[in-house]
């Protein structure tokens, strides 16, 4: 797997505070949050309008959410429920 300059930018860019979107997952300084930009891209958004739609982001801000989003799933553990 080749990894891409910065691909461990995520914690610099992320940030929780309770105090912030109930604590969930932001891009730092914004009120955008992770699992609202994750949506964009999943419903045909590209990088280029959300960034002209939130001029405050930047590419960086975008792939940290991406690498944040893919950490935490490859944490996340399964188990079968045997009913």
Do not use: N
């Not at 994750?38 to 959410?65: F, K, N, V």
């Amino acid at each position: 797997m080749v990894e891409r300059s910065g691909a461990l930018e995520w914690p610099t860019r992320i940030v929780i505070d309770p105090e912030v979107l109930v604590g969930k997952p932001v891009v730092k300084g914004t009120r955008l949050a992770v699992e609202f930009l994750i949506d964009l891209l999943a419903q045909g958004w590209s990088e280029a309008d959300i960034l002209r739609s939130y001029p405050t982001l930047t590419a960086a801000d975008i792939h940290a959410c991406l690498q944040y989003a893919s950490e935490r799933l490859r944490a996340e553990k399964v188990y079968p429920l045997h009913l």
